[in-house]
């Protein structure tokens, strides 16, 4: 009975070591990013088989993993290490950089390997050696631009691997520039993946990887005129390896590595990589490449949820910020702003209009931004982009500080000659009041007369004259009586 048990144990272990990568990696990257998300990329099925031993399709946009088989397993990169050395060129020097190809940058390379057939003394541009380099796989311009950026091979390698590890490589070591075979010279496919998606980051990277044939021309330190065509069949038309979407492409091979080949497609605003590493002849690594391509482009879609006409981020930051008088004070002056290019990969069966938004504060002011448009599908949040503004704007700098706002707008000089409403009113208020005033002095003068009138009237009775013109009459009688009385009265 432990018999079976065991043998159902190993065969569960086998079965389980056997299954796709893609199968139980998960994307360690965060899916939130300033540039883009990516949704429900685990849930990927029914992808193909391929040949090659190491494999891995990437989003371009955000570094998400969309399948991944063996691709943090170390292997030889082979010519593919020039996508680095092409990138360090880009980034530390210019494209009409003079670039002298030395004795040793010439003759120093394995005798038989890849080369552009360019002399010793030749005096290239940049760009052009980068033609020799990508097009050609010409090991003698990557040991020239080696020279010319760090002084030798041994240091621009060291160069490489520090920029590897910056990008996010884990497994990656590098010996050279070309890809010649060393021990100690190794990637994976995910470093590789990596390594493409930031060389995409610029132009004169993407115009070279993507360019059929090139003209070296004939110059007082070059003989002749060199003609360059694209190693990578799988860009040109009339190969049967062909596949339209793929815009760019470096393929390599040695014995060690055998075949590898990293590019780039797009399709439906979609931008994936893929990486190819130890695959069994070019057919396979072609074969391989483009059905991976179909079934990712097949899988996922991209969606750009404030792009729509239903998004409006005025209204989305105001309900955000209906609780914060003095953010919402700040939204109003500082000219925000949102990529509405902010893409979210997500399954190609997946419903938009489940989408909704909202605004979440995370104020920066160092870097200019107020906080996030949260995109959600019900109540998981599948993406967040970055609400902006110039922090070294003026307006920016007064909000800052606490300092009044100044709205930009001037103020009308004023008319004083020019009736308004408000001197109008202002007029008939001061009217109205002087007509109260007038009619209580009016009354008060009134009583003032009748008072006056009234105690004249009192006084003119008081002095009124006797009918019989004598005003001493009654004392005349008076005395005439009292005259009477003492005749008559008895003497004593």
Not at 61 to 69: D, E, P, R, S, V
Not at 134 to 159: K, P, Q, R, T, W
Not at 187 to 210: H, N, S, V, W
Not at 235 to 262: D, I
Request: charged share 25%.
């Amino acid at each position: 009975m432990k018999r079976i048990h065991y043998l159902i144990l190993a065969l569960v272990l086998a079965f389980t070591t056997c299954l796709p990568a893609s199968a139980k990696e998960t994307n360690e990257e965060t899916p939130i990013g300033d540039n883009g998300a990516y949704y429900k990329m685990d849930e990927l099925h029914d992808s193909p088989d391929i040949v090659a031993d190491s494999a891995i399709i990437m989003d371009a946009n955000t570094g998400a993993i969309l399948y991944a088989y063996e691709a943090r397993t170390k292997r030889y990169p082979a010519s593919i290490t020039k996508v680095m050395t092409t990138l360090l060129a880009i980034e530390n020097s210019d494209m009409d950089d003079i670039v002298t190809f030395s004795d040793s940058a010439v003759n120093g390379i394995e005798p038989g390997s890849s080369s552009a057939g360019i002399n010793v003394g030749a005096k290239l541009t940049m760009e052009d050696t980068l033609y020799a380099l990508m097009l050609v796989s010409a090991n003698e311009a990557g040991a020239a631009i080696a020279e010319h950026v760090s002084g030798s091979n041994e240091e621009f390698a060291n160069l490489m691997t520090e920029r590897a590890r910056e990008i996010g490589c884990t497994n990656t070591n590098f010996k050279n520039p070309h890809g010649l075979p060393d021990e100690e010279h190794y990637t994976t496919a995910r470093d590789m993946a990596l390594i493409m998606k930031q060389a995409l980051q610029y132009k004169e990277f993407r115009k070279i990887a993507g360019t059929l044939s090139y003209t070296l021309k004939k110059s007082d330190t070059l003989p002749q005129d060199i003609p360059l065509y694209n190693h990578a069949k799988i860009m040109h038309k009339e190969s049967e390896y062909y596949y339209k979407p793929v815009k760019g492409a470096k393929t390599g091979f040695t014995q060690a590595a055998l075949n590898t080949l990293v590019t780039y497609a797009k399709k439906d605003g979609v931008e994936l990589i893929c990486v190819i590493l130890k695959d069994y002849g070019a057919d396979n690594s072609y074969h391989d490449t483009k059905h991976l391509y179909q079934w990712a482009f097949d899988s996922v879609k991209n969606i750009k949820p404030l792009d729509s006409e239903d998004f409006n981020l005025e209204e989305t930051i105001s309900k955000g910020t209906a609780e914060n008088s003095d953010l919402a004070e700040k939204v109003k002056f500082l000219d925000c702003k949102v990529n509405k290019k902010y893409k979210i990969l997500v399954p190609s069966d997946f419903d938009k209009s489940t989408v909704t938004t909202s605004f979440r504060e995370d104020t920066d002011e160092a870097a200019g931004r107020l906080g996030y448009i949260d995109i959600y599908s019900g109540d998981t949040v599948i993406g967040s982009a970055p609400v902006t503004y110039d922090p070294a704007s003026a307006t920016a700098e007064n909000v800052e500080e606490g300092k009044e706002i100044d709205d930009g707008l001037e103020t009308a000089p004023v008319d004083q000659d020019k009736l308004t409403p408000s001197k109008v009113l202002m007029f008939i208020a001061k009217l109205l009041l002087c007509i109260v005033l007038i009619w209580i002095i009016m009354i008060f003068i009134r009583r003032r007369i009748v008072r006056r009138k009234r105690r004249q009237e009192i006084a003119k009775r008081h002095r009124k004259p006797n009918p019989s013109g004598n005003g001493n009459s009654g004392q005349t009688q008076r005395r005439r009586r009292s005259g009477q009385n003492d005749k008559k009265r008895p003497k004593s």
